[in-house]
């Protein structure tokens, strides 16, 4: 007799998609590989998933909510499912980030998360070296749909010109990474601005913060440190953030020069002429 684990849905998010993965699955009569036929999958990775051992990508969820019929009750939970891969100290910045209508945030080393592209934050991500970089991944990218609904975030970022600068997993990385940001200029509830090295000292030198603000809640600060991140809605803290980041934005250059900025590196630094979508042949 095959031993078939039994799964606590109340345990996580993960544990109950595959409670109810399975519970879906079995009431439509399926078996594993009969499942897998149908998503274009192996029965051997519904399986896992149902036991937790793997997680769910949305596509994944997209395509269960299809076969069985489910209503979107897949692709719903998904995203609570990628977001508990997230690391712990972590979770509660994302979960109010998702509920934000105004974000702004300076970033002194890295690309902001919501604005890098997947191979950018790859590189970025295995510099911690996670047992699970993929799901790290996956979950990160969860993040950046805030961008794509129907009233997203109002998102103001501040880069610090180190970022342009600093290859993040080499040269096409780099490069595929700048034209993303250069591509963000259509976006209409995004603007970018460069922070460039003449401005010399500046409110924020001692490192990144970000500013959320909701609609029915209190503004809260974020910053992190050497292993871990910070939330705080101190009415004097969020003051003090604020007034920072207006010296911030008064110091970095316009979003028309930023773009411009951005394009100066791409050429010189990565071999892109933005625009062209040519590379160089050397």
């Known amino acids: 007799m095959v031993h078939v684990r039994q799964l606590d849905p109340t345990a996580s998010p993960l544990d109950y998609f595959g409670y109810e993965l399975r519970r879906k699955r079995e009431e439509a009569g399926l078996t594993l590989k009969q499942l897998g036929s149908v998503l274009f999958c192996s029965g051997s990775l519904i399986g896992q998933i149902e036991t937790t051992l793997k997680v769910p990508t949305r596509e994944f969820a997209e395509r269960v909510d299809a076969a069985l019929v ?5 692709s719903r939970l998904v995203g609570l499912v990628l977001r508990s891969q997230l690391p712990t100290w972590f979770q509660p910045f994302a979960d109010m980030e998702a509920k934000a209508t105004y974000v702004s945030t300076y970033q002194c080393q890295l690309v902001y998360g919501l604005l890098q592209t997947k191979e950018y934050a790859r590189a970025v991500l295995a510099t911690g070296q996670p047992e699970k970089l993929d799901e790290l991944l996956a979950a990160r990218m969860e993040r950046q749909r805030i961008l794509k609904r129907t009233r ?6 501040v880069l610090d010109e180190a970022v342009l600068h600093r290859p993040i997993g080499g040269v096409d990385v780099m490069r595929d990474q700048l034209l993303h940001l250069l591509s963000l200029r259509d976006e209409r509830w995004i603007r970018l601005q460069v922070l460039p090295f003449r401005a010399g000292e500046h409110t924020s030198l001692d490192g990144l913060f970000t500013l959320l603000r909701f609609d029915d809640d209190p503004d809260v600060i974020y910053t992190e440190d050497l292993i871990s991140g910070h939330m705080t809605a101190n009415s004097e803290t969020v003051r003090e953030a604020a007034l ?3 010296g911030l934005q008064g110091a970095a250059l316009s979003v028309e020069d930023s773009a411009e900025l951005i394009k100066g590196v791409l050429e010189e630094r990565y071999g892109q002429q ?3 979508g040519q590379r160089p042949l050397a």
């Not at 489910?70 to 897949?74: K, L, P, Y």
């Not at 997203?152 to 970022?157: F, H």
């Open 274 to 276: 933005a625009g062209t």
């Open 244 to 246: 920072r980041y207006a």
């Open 152 to 157: 997203p975030p109002l998102t103001l970022v």
């Open 70 to 74: 489910t209503d979107g009750m897949f």
